[in-house]
């Protein structure tokens, strides 16, 4: 039972150029969560996304950032016009059910996808 | 603003020792507290979850406390292994509108030495 799979694990983009991150949620999984893992600091939310539908996009920033996860394929994270500032690592994480809707409910995260923009 | 605070902010100790990490929040409404352990370079694994009823939940040499009064929890590492070196992040859940939202704090850097 594969877990959440991201990739690229390491994307090198110049500035300017656009990058695109692929997550794969677990089997059985319909809610996707992407976070950004900058140096020295903690997760922060950015967009939670169900088949088809953004729910909260609040963490993400009005510009150059996209994501979207259709109804076939994976989630993708897209960031347009690369800045430095956007170098770190972003994280994909899958539930099966809304987040703390149950105590049960496990959030899975992915490896990460480390963008490094020179 | 919701806000998850953990302490120390790093930490080092000997192989086979205990210690206790810290994490205070001003999250709200509570739904519940998960300790994650991110191994450098990897994701954040979960070791425990904890709701507003829980007080105490163990998960092998993990021991997770959550006093809901206070808005704090504690995270203890019995007989530490050199493989527990990693960063320890405390994530509070809230309940929003929206749906549920994960708070993260910075994380607890534990580094086990010989």
């Known amino acids: 039972n594969a877990g959440v799979m991201q990739n690229p694990r390491h994307l090198v983009r110049r500035r300017g150029q656009e990058a695109r991150l692929r997550c794969s949620p677990m089997k059985g999984h319909s809610h996707v969560y992407w976070y950004r893992q900058l140096p020295e600091e903690g997760l922060k939310f950015m967009v939670y996304l169900q088949k088809e539908n953004i729910i909260d996009e609040s963490g993400m920033p009005k510009e150059r950032f996209s994501a979207e996860f259709p109804k076939e394929g994976p989630s993708i994270l897209r960031i347009q016009q690369v800045v430095r500032g956007d170098s770190a690592a972003y994280f994909c994480?899958?539930?099966?059910?809304?987040?703390?809707?149950?105590?049960?409910?496990?959030?899975?995260f992915g490896e990460g996808s480390w963008l490094t923009v020179v | 603003k919701n806000q998850v605070e953990q302490s120390p902010q790093s930490l080092i100790i000997l192989e086979g020792k205990n210690c206790t990490l810290q994490c205070n929040y001003t999250v709200s409404p509570f739904s519940n507290l998960r300790w994650y352990k991110q191994d450098t370079g990897r994701g954040p694994v979960s070791l425990t979850i904890m709701t507003f009823s829980e007080n105490t939940k163990s998960n092998g040499r993990y021991t997770a406390t959550l006093d809901a009064d206070t808005k704090q929890s504690s995270l203890h590492i019995t007989a530490s292994q050199l493989s527990d070196s990693a960063s320890y992040i405390c994530v509070v859940i809230c309940r929003t509108g929206g749906g549920n939202k994960l708070t993260f704090g910075t994380g607890t850097q534990l580094k086990v030495e010989l």
């Open positions: 994480a899958s539930s099966q059910l809304r987040t703390g809707k149950t105590s049960g409910n496990t959030i899975y």
